[in-house]
Nanobody, 126 residues
Framework: QVQLVESGGGLVQTGGSLRLSCAAS????????MAWFRQAPGKEREFVAA????????RYTDSVKGRFTISRDNAKNTVYLQMNSLKPEDTAVYYC???????????????????WGQGTQVTVSS
C-alpha cells in the first residue's frame, strides 16, 4: 500500500501560479499511474491531470490544458502539478491519487484510483 501526502496549496490571486507536490511513501511511486483530482464545494470530485508510469504520456481535462503541467520524479517518489494562469474557478481541494492497475492506461474516472491523499486547498481570489 502507498501513502500519499499533498502539499503546496494556498491562496493566490487570479493569474498567479502554484506548484503542488504529492509525496509517496510505502511503495515505489514508479509502480503507479498518478493523477490529480479536485473538488470544489458542492461539486463532484473531477479529474484534472494524470501521468503514465514512464512519464511519457499525460492527459488533462480541457479546462486546464495549456495552464497546468503534471510531472513526476520517480527517484524522489514525488508527483507535481504546476498550475499557471490560475482562475477563480480553479478554487478547490486538490487530491493526489494512484492507480495500481497493471494496464498502462490512463483513466479519468475516480473509481479507477486505489489510493488517495488527504488533499490540499487551493484558493484563487478574483
Amino acid at each position: 500500500q502507498v501513502q500519499l501526502v499533498e502539499s503546496g496549496g494556498g491562496l493566490v490571486q487570479t493569474g498567479g501560479s502554484l506548484r503542488l507536490s504529492c509525496a509517496a511513501s510505502g511503495r515505489t511511486l514508479g509502480n503507479y499511474i498518478m493523477a490529480w483530482f479536485r473538488q470544489a464545494p458542492g461539486k463532484e470530485r473531477e479529474f484534472v491531470a494524470a501521468i503514465s508510469r514512464s512519464d511519457r504520456t499525460t492527459r488533462y481535462t480541457d479546462s486546464v490544458k495549456g495552464r497546468f503541467t503534471i510531472s513526476r520524479d520517480n527517484a524522489k517518489n514525488t508527483v507535481y502539478l504546476q498550475m499557471n494562469s490560475l482562475k477563480p474557478e480553479d478554487t478547490a481541494v486538490y487530491y493526489c491519487a494512484a492507480d495500481r492497475s497493471p494496464a498502462n492506461l490512463i483513466r479519468k474516472g475516480k473509481e479507477s484510483y486505489d489510493y488517495w491523499g488527504q488533499g490540499t486547498q487551493v484558493t484563487v481570489s478574483s
